[in-house]
């Protein structure tokens, strides 16, 4: 068997777990593994690599991908995807592992079952906004660099009072991630996209309460809140703080892969390549019900998942 690995979109902290992990199973099975290097513009360039667990296994610790991705919407040009279903005959791939976002695994697993390629798709993205499945490889990473960095602020906190603290998250226009990261840090508040701000009043005076019993206040939000300067300014001044901000910035995708999403790669890795294996001609790894699985077919054509509106609500006070 002959497999062609794509990563697709934005990196995520253990892709190379996930990676080593296949490498070690198509060494084991007689298989061979081959990386794009650049994403699809990477395969349409025919620019490859052989994958294997000696030259993996270095990286396993580290953030981000041994593999180049893209984000370059380059199937949407007919003409390149006459291209690939060329090179992919002519190189004689059995079949595609596709690494990717909410976006590529919508996107691309339907051009590759119309082209007549068998693909199974790994949801990796530290925004867990991908719909079917409960979390993605990296989020667990990436709450676990907010951390170490609110923990810091923390410190300073207690040593210097009367500061009110912000911390911007990744996470594009959803706010999954700001969401956990609030809860586990136990934020005075959290500002996600998905709810708008109509009357600062409740978080001013929450902020302004954890002033007053603490010495420091605590906000966590995500990069792409509506207005978020404007709003950000409007609270400090109703707080009476001057506003200290953190922005962690893309440093979060890069951090060290968790133990939990060590595993998660390891159990992806292993049903991934059971999907090729056996000819399963689409699927997607998911992770349901407390546990990892394959989902035949194509991801659900629904909406992102809100963040839970209870939790934003009890980090927010919202609730009596």
């Given amino acids: 068997m002959k497999t062609l690995v794509v990563v697709s979109g934005g990196d995520a902290p253990g892709i190379n777990s996930l ?16 990386g794009s290097l650049g994403g699809l513009p990477g395969v349409l360039d025919e620019q490859f690599t052989v994958l294997s667990a000696v030259s993996i296994a270095p990286y396993m610790g580290l953030g981000g991908s041994v593999l180049p991705s893209s984000r370059d919407p380059v199937l949407s040009d007919e003409a390149n995807r006459h291209a690939l279903r060329e090179i992919l005959t002519r ?7 596709l690494f990717g976002g909410n976006g590529s695994l919508r996107y691309l697993p339907p051009i590759l079952q119309e082209l007549g390629c068998a693909c199974v798709g790994i949801p990796t993205t530290i925004d867990n906004d991908v719909p079917g499945t409960e979390k993605t490889l ?8 907010a951390y170490h960095a609110i923990d810091g602020v923390r410190t300073t906190g207690h040593a210097l009072s009367g500061r009110f603290f912000s911390v911007e998250t990744l996470g594009g226009h959803c706010g999954n991630l700001a969401l ?39 906000l966590v939000y995500t990069e792409f809140v509506p207005n978020k300067e404007h709003l950000l300014a409007s609270l400090a001044d109703k707080v009476g703080a001057r506003l200290r901000e953190t922005r962690l910035g893309h440093a979060q995708r890069g951090g060290t892969p968790t ?20 000819g399963i001609p689409l699927s997607i790894t998911v992770w349901r019900g407390g546990s990892a699985a394959l989902h035949h077919g194509l991801l659900p054509d629904t909406p992102v998942p809100a963040p839970d509106i209870a939790v934003y609500k009890l980090i927010n006070g919202l609730v009596s």
């Fill in 138 to 145: 990296g989020f667990d990473s990436a709450c676990q660099y």
């Fill in 19 to 34: 990676l080593y992990h296949l490498a070690e199973s198509a060494a084991r099975q007689g298989d061979t593994l081959i």
């Fill in 91 to 97: 190189q004689q791939f059995d079949n595609v592992l």
């Fill in 259 to 278: 133990h939990a999403d060590r595993l998660l790669a390891r159990e992806w890795a292993r049903l991934a390549f059971h999907a090729l294996k056996t």
């Fill in 180 to 218: 956990a990261i609030a809860l586990g840090a136990g934020a005075d508040a959290v500002i996600v996209p998905e709810y708008a701000i109509t009357d600062e009043n409740p978080y001013v005076e929450r902020l302004k309460s954890a002033l007053e019993r603490k010495g420091h206040a605590l």
